[in-house]
């Protein structure tokens, strides 16, 4: 018997997205967590859901995992 532990699946980025941009679904998938020493993976998203709507703090690179701090509420004039 073997015992396999797969890492969790988190939202990551399919492109390159800009800073103040507003998450849409067309933005995002599901990719596993890559091995990062000390990183939390609760910091990270699993849920694409949790995000619409939401707009970037900081521009996020192709396949980076997406953390709460990198999305806030979006700005209202």
Known sequence: AAHVDLPPLVVVAKRP???????????????PLPPRAGEDPAKFYSDMQKIIGKQLKRSISTGLPISSD???SPTII
């Not at 997205?17 to 990719?31: A, H, K, V």
Request: hydrophobic share 45%; no cysteine.
């Open 17 to 31: 997205l800009r800073r103040d941009e507003i998450i849409s679904t067309e933005m995002l998938e599901l990719s």
């Open 70 to 72: 990198f999305v806030g």
